[in-house]
């Protein structure tokens, strides 16, 4: 089992930027595919941003290019840099491992709060 480690959230004002990172126990060379969801308060996860082991990445419409998916294979550590914060922003964000061999391992999640 993968264990995932988010950190980076808190409070940002509109317009500003996070990053949120992800630390896996193993190598995330192993894992098949990484990502981010989130949830916000009253509304089901969604998901936000996914890269694949091959380096592939996708994005949900909502995000609009402002933010950005990545890993660092060095440190088993994935990223996601959020730039031009929206209060919708505001959510627990959760990064998510998925691989063959251990199915889907999640992260404790990390609060986004964009406001004023």
């Known amino acids: 089992q993968v264990q995932l480690v988010e950190s980076g959230g808190g409070l940002v004002q509109p317009g500003g930027s996070l990053r949120l990172s992800c630390a896996a126990s193993e190598s995330i060379l192993s894992i098949n595919a990484m990502g981010w969801y989130r949830q916000a308060p009253g509304k089901e996860r969604e998901l936000v941003a996914t890269i694949t082991s091959g380096g592939s990445t996708n994005y949900a419409d909502f995000v609009e290019g402002r933010f950005t998916i990545s890993r660092d294979t060095d440190t088993n550590t994935m990223f996601l840099q959020m730039n031009s914060l929206k209060p919708e922003d505001t959510a627990v964000y959760y990064c998510?491992?998925?691989?063959?061999?251990?199915?889907?391992?999640w992260g404790q999640g990390t609060q986004v709060t964009v406001s004023s």
């Open positions: 998510y491992a998925w691989a063959i061999s251990t199915g889907t391992n």
